[in-house]
Every structure is written in structure tokens, then in C-alpha cells.
Nanobody, 121 residues
Framework: QVHLVESGGGLVQTGGSLRLSCTTS????????LGWFRQAPGKDREFVAA????????TYLDSVKGRFTISRDNAENTLYLQMNSLTPEDTAVYYC??????????????WGQGTLVTVSS
């Protein structure tokens, strides 16, 4: 099991930006495909974005395409989610997780505490 810790959430106005981070002390971080998920109040957790460990291929939820960018720094054992043009519909607790190489929307490990993103109108 890979222990991941999310950070970077906060309160931002509509149209603003935030960058989330996800870090681990796992020494083999670079061999994991990783993803971001979110859970809005009263809703199920949903897939947001993923990045493949091997070729860096990225996958996004349709509603965040063109606004969010997932990236990773293997030297720093850190996964990022740059979020631009935020809307109130992006308000949620955001989580990172390892994901399946063949099904990037499928999380594999236990969930961490997440980081709260609140977008005000």
C-alpha cells in the first residue's frame, strides 16, 4: 500500500487557480500510475485525472479538460494538479491515489484525508 498525502487546497474565487500536490515517501513512486479524484458534498467520489507511469499519458474528466493539468516530478516524489478557471462546481475534497495502468479511473489504494477546494461564486 502506498501512503499519499494531499495538500494545496483552499478557498478561491470563480476563475481563480490552485495547484494541488500529492507526496509520498514511497521509494518506487516512479513506477506507479497516479490519479486525482474528488468528492463534492452529497455526491459520490469521481475520477478527475490520471497520468501513466510509463509513457506519461494523461486522462481527464471531460468537464476539466483544458482547465486542469496533471503532472508529476519523480525526483521529488510529487504529483500535481494545476487547476485553472475554477468554478463552484469544482468545489470538493480532492484525493490522489495509485491507479490501474489499463483503467486509469480505477483507484487501487486506500484513501488519504484529501485536501478541500472551495470555489466561491
Amino acid at each position: 500500500q502506498v501512503h499519499l498525502v494531499e495538500s494545496g487546497g483552499g478557498l478561491v474565487q470563480t476563475g481563480g487557480s490552485l495547484r494541488l500536490s500529492c507526496t509520498t515517501s514511497e521509494p518506487t513512486f516512479n513506477v506507479y500510475s497516479l490519479g486525482w479524484f474528488r468528492q463534492a458534498p452529497g455526491k459520490d467520489r469521481e475520477f478527475v485525472a490520471a497520468i501513466n507511469w510509463s509513457d506519461g499519458h494523461t486522462t481527464y474528466l471531460d468537464s476539466v479538460k483544458g482547465r486542469f493539468t496533471i503532472s508529476r516530478d519523480n525526483a521529488e516524489n510529487t504529483l500535481y494538479l494545476q487547476m485553472n478557471s475554477l468554478t463552484p462546481e469544482d468545489t470538493a475534497v480532492y484525493y490522489c491515489n495509485t491507479v490501474s495502468n489499463n483503467r486509469p479511473s480505477l483507484p487501487l489504494d486506500a484513501w488519504g484525508q484529501g485536501t478541500l477546494v472551495t470555489v466561491s461564486s
